[in-house]
């Protein structure tokens, strides 16, 4: 269960998990537990509000998961909104059906949570840090990780339940394997050589102002707040540094590494110990004219490394007899062991590769250990710091001085960059995103942005360029050139509306290719896994209609560019499963049962939607 969530499972509340249970923090939102009384809500299920800021922050959060995909902030925010009220919806009727997480599925949870974790292990420290920036306690958000989990376990139980039956899996294969004959022309789009008038090249650009712009612009001032930075400021001596070394030994010490080869004289129900015992010395003695390894594969009773010589492969403490590991581990490069006995029977042992283990001196990594300290000993500063400028930016939202001088950091200034490129610290689209977010342009700080796991953001505008048309002669020929491409796609629509006329009057798909100049391509057994076509042709294939007698089906595809395909469904074969098919049916009832329960869940989502009290205060 909580792998799944771990992995950013789809499901109803995917990416909203995080939201309902605040992580990551990226230390955002502690708006959400200041002042709720002065803001009137936009929304509410039952008895819980959303407010304008649950929004923001959730659109924060998808936005920065959906980098780089063009979509207006507007559609976003509601969608973030609905997904808000899907969420609770869903929270609200577990908690009424009675569902409940433990305190130990909470604690497994939140343990493993990455954000909380230091070289890999759970920092209570930091835990600590993260629920005061947020000003939550810890129960509150245990509360709201087992509300996450019973939402998810929920969502399990409906999804994992449902199943596919055999009739189902084959009527998949049916409709997946089935076969179509087609046969089609294509209509290029022309180069036209007629230059469109003025008169339309002033009209389009008249029309569509809004395509012709100098894209929105901003520019920044910012604090930064670096671990690295606060991590140089820390005072170091080579006492403290000794120190700090002994404790890292391990991260500078390379471990020895032995690989090993072993004859096995097995003691067994036909073999006892005396026997085994004087096989063992008979071949030490045999070793003296005769190599290891060949002599291993001769007399050897472990059959599967006998094949290798007897090779174990890279020795590691822990997985032998104590014995075993005792003759293992003392000798050198190249001995042989006297018979050693396990519970297997006797052995004989032979080190084949050793390279010893090495400790780097002290002054070999000073450097390296040197960074290693300031930023372990500025961990805390650095945390405490990045509370104190959340706070203070949010208890000053009309400048950063006030935190800056408490802080005692710089304001930085960035030149004007867009929504979708910018440089230095505007190369990250979480800045951009946070400077282009509406309560930054309205003059506010931004909420804080992390940037990585040591480095803190908050920033302000400092100059905001709307969108400006670009003059027409500055842009006439990209209109031309739209003008042309259009009308070139209009004459290829028609050209390929004429042909299909005459096909569905009767005429043959060759009189008429011929007619227009045009080649006829033939594709017998065309199915859904082939990329013989391109695929808008290959789904218009799919989607047309079944041909009726011996009358084709005639139907029209647009292919990227423009060209127009004008198709002949001839004949539909309905498919089988094949014997590769019959391999991957498990696996193919799995995933349609698990498709069947998605949908079931949607359906109980939607229908716990309709019967809920929402209110919507505003559109969504």
Known sequence: ????????????????????????????????????GKEAPI???????????????AYEQYSQNLQGMMIDEQSLKAQALEKLIKDEVLLQYVHAQGLTATDDSAREFIQSLPYFQVDGKFDEQRYKTMLNLQKMSSGEFVSRIKNALIMEQFQRSIIESSFATEYDVKSFFKIQNQQRDVNYVTVAVQKLAEQPKEEEISAYYQQHQDLYQTPEQVSVEY??????????????????????YDEQKDQY????????????????????????????LKAQKELAGKDFAALAAE??????????GGDLGLFNVGVMEKAFEDAASTLKLGEVSAPVKSAFGYHLIKVTELVPGEIKSFDTVKEELTKAYQKAQAENAFYEAGERLTEMSYENPDNLKTAADALGVGIKKTALFTKDKGEDIAADQKIRSAAFAEEVLK?????????GTDRLVVLRLLEHKAAAARELKEVKPDIINVLLTDKAKQLAVEKAQQ?????????????????????????????????????????????AAKPVGDKPTIFIAALPAGEQVVASLSKVTEGVMTEED???????????????????????????????DIVVKVPK
């Open 1 to 36: 269960m909580l792998t799944k969530i771990r992995e950013k499972a789809q499901g109803a509340f995917a990416w909203g998990i995080l939201i309902v249970i605040c992580v990551p923090f990226a230390l955002w939102g502690i708006q959400n537990y200041l002042d709720t």
């Open 43 to 57: 929304a509410s299920v039952g008895d819980r509000d959303f407010f304008q800021r649950d929004v923001n922050q």
């Open 223 to 244: 604090i930064e707040l670096s671990l690295e930075a606060m991590g140089k400021t820390i005072a170091v001596t080579d006492e403290k540094l000794k120190a700090f």
């Open 253 to 280: 010490t390379t471990a020895e590494r032995r690989k090993i080869s072993h004859i096995l004289f097995a003691i067994n129900d036909k073999v006892d110990e005396k026997t085994a015992l004087e096989k063992a």
């Open 299 to 308: 007399v050897s009773d472990d059959k599967l490394t006998a094949k290798t």
């Open 443 to 451: 003059g506010n700080n931004s909420t804080p942005i992390e940037l």
């Open 499 to 543: 042909i299909k006329a005459k096909l569905q009057a009767g005429e043959s798909m060759q009189a008429v290719a011929a007619e227009n100049k045009l080649p006829v391509k033939a594709v017998a057994g065309l199915t859904r896994s082939k990329d013989t076509v391109p695929m808008p042709l290959s789904e218009a294939i799919f989607k």
């Open 582 to 612: 019959k391999k991957q049916q498990a696996l193919a009832t799995k995933n349609i049962a698990k498709a069947f329960g998605q949908s079931e869940f949607n359906a109980l989502i939607s229908s716990l939607e309709a019967e809920a």
